[in-house]
């Protein structure tokens, strides 16, 4: 790069809007989309003009590879190899991949010349009947002929200078439009160290094209061969690469055209899907649409029917209120307007009416109310086959009509109970989402309450259940829309799940207390001889074990005795020795 060019650091150059960077192709520049200039091959492989490559903003990058880097240029060769340490080089960006490439000491001008793409160059320009190509000894005046012996472009005035040298009288010159059909017209690569010889050689060791006087310079030491000795030693090398580089690109052409297949079949099945959303969307709109229609008319239908009942009862309550009307004002007016005789002669009249107008039922209150809920959450049923909600209750439950069981329960078991919710009408629900509170509370420890749980079954049915602690008395409170429902609160009698006995398991008194006369026996035996226990064939023993606390037979059975004094006899707990 030119002494003048500051490096920025980490700035990537931008391209101008609208460059086609992938139409490089053979001849012509993917920057300036002209025909190649001094055409640099990158080590990504792609070519572009020096001046374009020189206009790219370059950036700074950290090489930790020193010396020994894979950037192609004709001048490495020349350059000493630097121990590997970590140094600030200069890179760009392939303008046509991206990738990045990193320049050598020399900056653009230093990278690899692709000698193919001039080639193709003037085989471009000559088919354009010559048009852009200049001479090569003066480089002004546009080319006429080549000297096949040198492979030089000349204009006219060079070629007869040419003839006239004595060096190159013989040369053979051919037209230039007789070059058309040439696959190569190349001219003559020379040595960038040493200009006017041609590279003919090519140094083993260095592995570079080299000429004469690098052979007897530099290269002295080096095996070094002409290029047509050696070629097919690399050539072949070169063909094995490329054997292996060839089926990775039949590969990635595959992937491609499988990655090609997949996306049209995704496109399609994309839009096969959308139009079964579309068709799908379409049917449940006109679904819910018909839905909706009927519950409008369902609740008109229930207003027409509530307001023809307010009005009925309407004008039934007008009417009586125009009878109740007449009768009191006729009978105030002729209790203070009539006279004695008058009242007497009407009172028989007046009487009866006014007893039939009191024994006339009415209710106070609207016969009809304004609970009207939209149950958004409820199921419908389907509709054109799809599953719709969404259901208009005019059901209230009434407290009064609810009521569920109860029944004695085992502390430290869970008791359960089902509430049943119903209308005034005295109907179920057939819904829930009411309000449902519920609270046990110990009768002796009413600060101690036990936690119930209310699972709505949605049917107009409650499944509530609490587990006491203690045995003992609890007050349950049921209430529906903070009222009790019928019947509440319950009285609960909570019991021991089971309760153990407190005597022994004997055969008889005599035996299980040693011979003690005072101990007793609930089996009501006794001794003679002041024994207040049973013994075996004495008066009043069961003639079979059992328990001395409650004369139970079963040895695994609950007790009964509830250890009151009230009876005739004390049962004396009977310890065993």
């Not at 140094?203 to 002409?226: A, M, T, W």
């Not at 019991?495 to 153990?500: D, S």
């Amino acid at each position: 790069m030119s002494e003048n060019r500051k490096p920025l650091l980490g700035i990537v150059s931008k391209l101008p809007n609208g460059t086609a960077l992938g139409n490089s192709g053979k001849t012509h520049c993917p920057l300036c989309l002209g025909l190649f200039k001094a055409p640099r091959l990158l080590p990504c492989l792609h070519t572009v003009c020096t001046t374009c490559l020189e206009q790219l903003e370059p950036f700074s990058v950290v090489d930790i590879r020193g010396g020994d880097s894979d950037t192609s240029s004709e001048g490495s060769i020349f350059q000493e190899l630097k121990p590997r340490s970590l140094q600030s080089q200069i890179g760009i960006l392939c303008p046509v991949c991206d990738a990045q490439v990193d320049l050598p000491m020399g900056g653009v001008k230093a990278l690899t010349i692709d000698h193919l793409a001039v080639n193709d160059v003037m085989l471009e320009s000559l088919r354009g009947e010559g048009q852009g190509l200049v001479c090569d000894l003066c480089n002004d005046r546009e080319v006429e002929k080549r000297c096949q012996t040198c492979k030089a472009n000349l204009c006219h005035f060079c070629c007869q200078a040419h003839r006239r040298q004595k060096k190159t009288t013989y040369h053979t010159m051919v037209d230039l439009k007789d070059l058309k059909g040439y696959s190569r017209i190349g001219k003559p690569i020379l040595c960038p160290v040493h200009p006017a010889e041609e590279l003919r050689l090519f140094c083993e060791f260095c592995d570079r094209p080299v000429c004469r006087d690098c052979v007897v310079g530099e290269h002295r030491e080096h095996p070094c061969d002409f290029t047509s000795n050696v070629i097919h030693k690399h050539g072949d090398s070169v063909r094995e690469l490329l054997k292996g580089t060839q089926p990775h690109v039949e590969a990635l052409e595959e992937a491609l055209a499988q990655i090609n297949i997949m996306n049209s079949a995704l496109q399609k099945r994309v839009e096969a899907v959308a139009a079964d959303v579309q068709t799908f969307s379409e049917g449940y709109i006109k679904a819910i649409e018909e839905h909706r229609d009927k519950l409008l008319k369902q609740l008109e239908d229930i207003r027409i029917q509530k307001e023809n009942s307010l009005q009925l009862q309407k004008a039934q309550l007008e009417q009586l209120l125009a009878d109740m009307r007449t009768g009191v004002e006729f009978t105030e007016h002729l209790l203070t307007s009539g006279s004695d005789l008058e009242i007497l002669i009407t009172k028989g009249v007046v009487v009866e009416r006014l007893r039939k107008l009191n024994k006339v039922q009415y209710s106070a209150r609207p016969g009809v109310n304004d609970k009207i809920r939209f149950c958004p959450q409820e199921k419908a049923g389907q509709c054109h086959g799809y599953e719709i909600y969404g259901t208009i209750n005019t059901k209230e439950v009434d407290p009064a009509k609810c009521a569920f069981p109860i029944d004695i329960e085992k502390a430290k078991q869970t008791a359960s109970f089902t509430l049943l919710c119903k209308d005034a009408a005295g109907e179920i629900m057939g819904r829930g989402g009411d309000n449902i509170q519920v609270a046990v509370l110990p009768k002796d420890k009413k600060d101690s309450p036990v936690r119930p749980m209310v699972q709505d079954n949605k049917d107009g049915t409650y499944y509530i259940s609490y587990t006491p602690k203690e045995p003992g008395v609890y007050t349950v409170w049921v209430c529906v829309k903070e009222q009790h429902v019928q019947g509440s609160p319950f009285t609960v009698t909570v019991r021991r799940k089971h309760r153990p006995h407190p005597g022994v398991f004997h055969c008889c008194t005599f035996c299980s207390s040693g011979g003690q006369k005072t101990a007793r026996c609930a089996c009501g035996g006794t001794m003679p001889g002041g024994y207040l226990g049973c013994g075996h064939g004495h008066k009043g023993h069961p003639g079979r074990p059992h328990w001395s606390c409650c004369g139970k037979f079963n040895e695994k059975s609950e007790c009964t005795w509830t250890g009151g004094q009230s009876a005739s006899r004390s049962l004396l707990r009977t310890v065993a020795l």
